[in-house]
Nanobody
């Protein structure tokens, strides 16, 4: 069994910053790609950023230059530093990780953390 636990969401004013964290735990053999997706009310879930275990990243154009993704492989943790936040960044942010455990690789999701950007 694998768990992804997210933290760091909240309410912030436009132009502010937040840092999200997501830690994977359980009987983990290896964690491959980790990333963040978000879903705003009435919209489909969209990719925000991903990072491979090698360190290579993929950042959505809508957040490029404002958001940074990083990870600590020793802690199986991924971070999303969000700067210059805009009201349109308001969404539930979900952590995702491709994890090999017990010889099986699968996609795993966290429970989501709310980010609200509002004055």
């Amino acid at each position: 069994q694998v768990q992804l636990v997210e933290s760091g969401g909240g309410l912030v004013q436009p132009g502010g910053s937040l840092r999200l964290s997501c830690a994977a735990s359980g009987n983990i053999f290896q964690v491959y790609t980790m990333g963040w997706h978000r879903q705003a009310p009435g919209k489909q879930r969209e990719l925000v950023a991903t990072i491979h275990s090698s360190g290579s990243t993929n950042i959505a154009d809508s957040v490029k230059g404002r958001f940074t993704i990083s990870r600590d492989n020793a802690k199986n943790t991924v971070y999303l530093q969000m700067n210059s936040l805009k009201p349109e960044d308001t969404a539930v942010y979900y952590c995702n990780a491709i994890i090999n455990y017990s010889g099986i690789s699968s996609s795993n999701w966290g429970q989501g953390t709310q980010v609200t950007v509002s004055s």
